[in-house]
C-alpha cells in the first residue's frame, strides 16, 4: 500500500481497523458502537477498508493446545542456490503444508527462511521435517528451536504509527 491510501485513513478508520483486529468476529452492531458510528456508515468504512486491501481477511484464532497441537518450532532454513526457480519452488512447496503459520524470507543470518511451525508433538516434528522439509530440493541447512513458553503472540498491527 503506498502513501496516499494511508493519508485517506482518518481516526474512524483506526478504530475500526483497531477493533477488528482485536475481535474479528465483531458484527457490524458491536463495531459501529464501538468506534461510535451508527451501522450503515461504520459498514460503509469497513467495505472501503476492504476494497483498499487494508483489511485482508478476517481469522478466528484457535488454542493450540487445546487441540492437542503442543509443539510450536521456530525453523530457519538454508538453501544451496540463491535463484529465483529454488526459491520458487520451496515457497509452493511450503505454502502447502498446513503445519507452516509463517514462512518468511528473511536476510541478516545464516538462514534464508524462517518458519513457524505447529506440531502435536516431537514424533510429529521429527516426520515433518524428515518427510517433507528436508525433501524440498535444494534445501541445504535446517536449525530448529523448539518454543518453550509464548511471550508474545498477536497478529495485531500497532496503529499508533500510522498517521490519520
Given at each position: 500500500m503506498n502513501k496516499q491510501a494511508l493519508a485517506k485513513l482518518d481516526r474512524t478508520d483506526l478504530r475500526i481497523l483497531d477493533a477488528l483486529q482485536h475481535n474479528g468476529g465483531l458484527s457490524n452492531?458491536?463495531?459501529?458502537?464501538?468506534?461510535?458510528?451508527?451501522?450503515?456508515?461504520?459498514?460503509?468504512?469497513?467495505?472501503?477498508?476492504?476494497?483498499?486491501?487494508?483489511?485482508?481477511?478476517?481469522?478466528?484464532?484457535?488454542?493450540?493446545?487445546?487441540?492437542?497441537?503442543?509443539?510450536?518450532?521456530?525453523?530457519?532454513?538454508?538453501?544451496?542456490?540463491?535463484?529465483?526457480?529454488?526459491?520458487?519452488?520451496?515457497?509452493?512447496?511450503?505454502?502447502?503444508?498446513?503445519?507452516?503459520?509463517?514462512?518468511?524470507?528473511?536476510?541478516g543470518q545464516d538462514a534464508d527462511y524462517l518458519l513457524k511451525v505447529v506440531v502435536p508433538d516431537i514424533d510429529a516434528y521429527q516426520s515433518f521435517l524428515l518427510n517433507r522439509i528436508t525433501r524440498i530440493e535444494g534445501v541445504s541447512g535446517v536449525h530448529s528451536s523448539f518454543v518453550m513458553r509464548r511471550v508474545v503472540d498477536t497478529a495485531a498491527l500497532p496503529l499508533n504509527y500510522v498517521n490519520a
Open positions: 452492531q458491536q463495531l459501529a458502537e464501538t468506534v461510535g458510528l451508527s451501522p450503515s456508515p461504520c459498514s460503509r468504512r469497513v467495505q472501503k477498508l476492504e476494497a483498499a486491501g487494508i483489511i485482508v481477511k478476517r481469522e478466528t484464532v484457535l488454542d493450540a493446545r487445546k487441540l492437542g497441537l503442543d509443539l510450536t518450532v521456530m525453523i530457519q532454513i538454508s538453501m544451496d542456490r540463491h535463484t529465483p526457480e529454488r526459491f520458487a519452488n520451496f515457497e509452493e512447496k511450503v505454502a502447502s503444508f498446513v503445519e507452516v503459520q509463517q514462512c518468511y524470507l528473511v536476510t
